[in-house]
Nanobody
Framework: QVQLVESGGGWVQAGGSLRLSCASSINIQSISNMAWYRQTPGKQRELVARILDYGTTTNYADSVKGRFTISRDNAANRVDLQMNSLKSEDTAVYYC?????????WGQGTQVTVSS
């Protein structure tokens, strides 16, 4: 069983930055596919960024390209999301997701609120 704990969410003014972290209970060197999603009330959860192939490939939603950066720290068993130039439309609950042994695992989410 993989446990994921997100942190780093909070309130920030538009144009500001936040860094989200997702700590894994297992060694992430065995995990090739890690991602961040977000969800707002009444909407489906959407992919924000993912880091694949043990860190060699990254993909981003068009809405966050050039502003967000996903990275992984194998030594700390963590995947991070650096969010810059935040906009009010980035307000959401952000979730960490990994795929381990063919099963999706999710964190509990962390709220990000961007005030304009």
């Amino acid at each position: 069983q993989v446990q994921l704990v997100e942190s780093g969410g909070g309130w920030v003014q538009a144009g500001g930055s936040l860094r989200l972290s997702c700590a894994s209970s297992i060694n992430i060197q065995s995990i090739s596919n890690m991602a961040w999603y977000r969800q707002t009330p009444g909407k489906q959860r959407e992919l924000v960024a993912r880091i694949l192939d043990y860190g060699t490939t990254t993909n981003y939603a068009d809405s966050v390209k050039g502003r967000f950066t996903i990275s992984r720290d194998n030594a700390a068993n963590r995947v991070d999301l650096q969010m810059n130039s935040l906009k009010s439309e980035d307000t959401a609950v952000y979730y960490c997701r990994v795929i381990f042994m063919g099963t999706l695992h999710w964190g509990q989410g962390t709220q990000v609120t961007v005030s304009s």
